[in-house]
Nanobody, 120 residues
Framework: QVQLVESGGGLVQAGGSLRLSCAAS??????MAWFRQAPGKEREFVGV????????SYAESMKGRFTILRDNAKNTVYLQMNSLKPEDTALYYC???????????????WGQGTQVTVSS
């Protein structure tokens, strides 16, 4: 059974950092991505990483603050978030697919999400 399980969310003050993890089981994935969804808003692309980790892409508002890393030996992807802002508050989802994309429709597998709340 294929599963993606996120962890590491929580409450943090503005300017702080959090590191989210996404552990995959059941198979390995070439492309893994992070999305987020705030209340009342559509799911938003955060970033994506290729299998070797050499290819990454981020949404413009996350560049320089967020970094995606992966440990293929552990079948785990990480989202390091620095300089967090209250507008980063959202439910963060891990996703897996077959191509580098910022579109939710290109990802076949999703985790259940982990909540990140940034206080001002």
């Amino acid at each position: 059974q294929v599963q993606l399980v996120e962890s590491g969310g929580g409450l943090v003050q503005a300017g702080g950092s959090l590191r989210l993890s996404c552990a995959a089981s059941g198979r390995t994935f070439s492309i893994m991505a992070w999305f987020r969804q705030a209340p009342g808003k559509e799911r938003e692309f955060v970033g994506v990483i290729g299998r070797s980790g050499g290819i990454t892409s981020y949404a413009e508002s996350m560049k320089g603050r967020f970094t995606i890393l992966r440990d293929n030996a552990k079948n785990t992807v990480y989202l390091q978030m620095n300089s967090l802002k209250p507008e980063d508050t959202a439910l963060y989802y891990c996703a897996a697919g077959g191509r580098i994309s910022s579109s939710t429709s290109d990802y076949d597998f999703w985790g259940q999400g982990t909540q990140v709340t940034v206080s001002s």
